[in-house]
């Protein structure tokens, strides 16, 4: 083992540097399927369920497959991937028996990303200005949290400035839910 894992270390300068030219789409797909595809983390069997997504699906190929064939702009117009989102997001009001009047949606890459909007929104709510005038001379806004909260959650509040120190975590009872009681108390400390 502490032989192979020297040769390991001793090779790394022999590894390929960065190409001087470009590589025709066959070379570039050929090295994929032999140098990348194989060493992926595993969570492409059906049973996998180690994280929170599971394996990829021939539906999930193919839609990302459209969608970059398509490389629509997405910010503005009536686009078809646009009438798509807004038709999925009226689905899912249909679905959760929300009114048109208070509930709308975007489709974003995952949970992360979500967050990161959810959290834009928080904060935008009583720092009505802080697109114009930033964070400078803000009062400084408290997160109530579950203990059990992803961790996203806390890199959202520092990505956008909110300070991880101004995450304040809820205990759980044995269900995992938040005990009420517990954040109606930490509410009024603060």
């Known amino acids: ?13 022999d590894h390929e540097s960065l ?7 066959s070379n570039v797909c050929r090295d994929v399927l032999n140098y990348v595809m194989p060493y992926s ?20 190929v193919l839609a ?12 503005s117009s009536t686009h078809s991937p646009i009438l798509v989102e807004r038709t999925v997001i009226k689905w899912m ?14 489709i974003v890459s995952g949970t992360s990303v979500a967050t990161v909007l959810c959290m834009v929104v928080a904060r935008q709510r009583p ?12 009062p400084r806004l408290i997160t109530y949290a579950s203990t059990e909260t ?13 300070g991880s120190k101004m995450i304040l975590r809820v205990p759980t009872d044995e269900n995992f839910r938040i005990k009420i009681d517990d954040l109606k108390t930490m509410i009024q400390n603060d």
């Open 1 to 13: 083992m502490l032989d192979s894992s020297l040769d390991y270390i001793q090779a790394i300068p």
């Open 64 to 75: 990302d497959m459209i969608a970059s064939a398509m490389n629509a702009n997405t910010g």
């Open 127 to 138: 720092l009505t200005k802080v697109r114009q005038d930033g964070l400078v001379n803000k």
């Open 150 to 162: 992803h961790i996203s959650v806390v890199r959202a509040l520092e990505l956008l400035e909110l």
């Open 93 to 106: 009001r249909q679905l959760f028996g929300f009114t048109h009047e208070n509930s709308g949606g975007l």
């Open 41 to 60: 983390y595993g969570n492409r069997h059906p049973r996998f369920w180690g994280w929170m997504f599971g394996a990829g699906t021939l539906g999930g």
């Open 19 to 25: 190409p001087e030219h470009g590589q025709s789409l």
